[in-house]
Nanobody
């Protein structure tokens, strides 16, 4: 199982980024995928999770209404569209996979990508 997160970068307050999580080595359509983030000195935080079917999506309170998760199982890729970015969104963003239909807590995800840095300047 391998996960490759990409798309991070430096953006101004109010800007947008789209993160991608490319999966290999397993059948993405059988896996829930989550995006989590960790800022320096802070605990890892749920950003968004999507069920294996894509029918259920969950968002952390701090990103609701601004971020959108989607998945393209044919391309083995999950996306996180981030709009109206704020400086407090600055963190390393990780995608993670679990071979279950749905999961939300990071402890439920055994497979993790390497992370991509998102920096939002004020």
């Amino acid at each position: 199982v391998q996960l490759q997160a990409s798309g991070g970068g430096l953006v101004q307050d109010g800007g947008s980024l789209r993160l991608s999580c490319a999966a290999s080595g397993f059948r993405l359509e059988f896996s829930a995928i989550g995006w989590f983030r960790q800022a320096p000195g802070k605990a890892r935080e749920e950003v968004s999770c999507v069920s294996s079917s894509g029918n259920m999506a969950y968002y952390g309170d701090s990103v609701k209404g601004r971020f959108t998760i989607s998945r393209d199982n044919a391309k083995s890729t999950v996306y996180l569209q981030m709009d109206s970015l704020k400086p407090e969104d600055t963190a390393v963003y990780y995608c993670a996979a679990t071979l279950t239909l749905s999961a939300r807590h990071p402890d439920e995800y055994p497979y993790w990508g390497q992370g991509t840095q998102v920096t939002v300047s004020s």
